[in-house]
């Protein structure tokens, strides 16, 4: 199919994928799936040969549809080791007549990557954030004049084995058409430009990491990964209890999915969960475990948004990935983080199939979903570069994040 392409989020407990293709401008997104993942802890790959096979297993279950758009592929980098951290650079502007060209705007971006990196460290992404035409902050300085240009970027580099990793565990199965921090690709499905601009927050609930993006003024200002995810309840719950992980997964999404009803219980008897099980555990004890995780997830996001400016932003927090779900969570992000809040869902997604709109909407899938839009965005601007022979290749990266 023309101009097919996937979005595929790899992810500690679940691999989630979109694909579909971009006609006229236009994306249609074809079909959606998800399945166990393995050989993952905190977002990274830790068994290879295991990761492998749960790819493969992915694969094969896809129809020739998809296994066509998995050979152009965007697939999220998760691990906590990846940075966002701000850089600057500086260049004089080329021309005589002292106007500003694409060129320019390269050589300034390009200057501002060249920060020094530990050999086995690679750079993900540079996101301009302002620049600057004779010290004049300016959002964007292509045809304006001045004699010297500065921006101000955000580099996001990672592990390097991170990313070798990634793409030894996809191919030949899965072609990498590009790697996406996972707060930047789960950012691009679910905020508005409107909330871009007078600033808010984005939490990402996994498995086994947490993420956040902070944007305002149009700009992305703060992003970063932490290893505690929402697997970290479930764990605890299981020693807390004496039971099986499987158990104490089910029993932490009734407390987190059925508020009201276990509000009126003082407590549930283990053999609802598993029949093999006996005996009752205490609902307020179970609570506490709960309540105890979730509070050291949003210790870690209070310290990042303090990273960020600790920063005032009306359009709140937008809360996604597979934690999301906990029927719990509006009124503890009101409570920790003193912002209003909504569940994320991916927007602007049109499917021919119902069930894959469904799907698609989810919150636990919009990184897969985000991926998937930036592979269009990269479409889009391939097509511009054909039609109007150059234009600048860091420019697909401003244009999702800027407005």
Known sequence: MKNSFAGLDIGTSTIRAVWGYLDRGKVHIMGAKSRPSEGMRNGM?????????AVVEF?????????EALKDTYVNVGGYQSLARPSRGVVAVARA???IAYEDIDRVIQASQAINLPLNRSILHVIPR???????????????????????????????PVVKNITKCLEPNIRVGGMVFVPLAASRSVVTKNEREIG?????????????????????????????GSNRITNDIAIGLKIPVEAAER????????????????????????????????????AEIIGAR??????????????????RLPGGVVVIGGGAGMDILPDLVKAELKMVVRMGEPFKVECEDAAVEEMVRRPEFAT???????????KVVSVVESEKGFVNKIKKILKVFIP
């Open 97 to 99: 007549d002292g106007e």
């Open 130 to 160: 302002e620049y600057f035409v004779d010290g004049v902050a300016i959002k964007d300085p292509l045809g304006m004049n001045g004699i010297r240009l500065e921006v101000d970027s955000l580099v996001v580099d990672t592990f390097s």
């Open 45 to 53: 790959i830790v068994d290879m040969d295991e990761a492998r096979k």
């Open 251 to 286: 029993v932490k999404l009734m407390f987190a999915n059925n508020s009201e009803e276990m509000s009126r219980k003082e407590s549930l008897d283990l053999s609802r969960v598993d029949p093999s099980l006996e005996g009752k555990i205490s609902k307020r004890f179970v």
């Open 200 to 228: 808010v927050v984005v939490i990402d609930i996994g498995a086994g990491t947490t993420s956040l993006a902070v944007f305002e003024e149009g700009k992305l200002l703060h992003a970063s990964i932490f290893p505690v």
């Open 294 to 311: 979730l509070s050291e997830i949003f210790d870690f996001i209070k310290a990042e948004l303090k990273t960020a400016g600790d920063k």
């Open 368 to 378: 897969a979903t985000g991926l998937f839009f930036w592979g269009a965005d990269e």
């Open 59 to 67: 694969c094969s279950e896809l129809d020739t549809e998809a296994r």
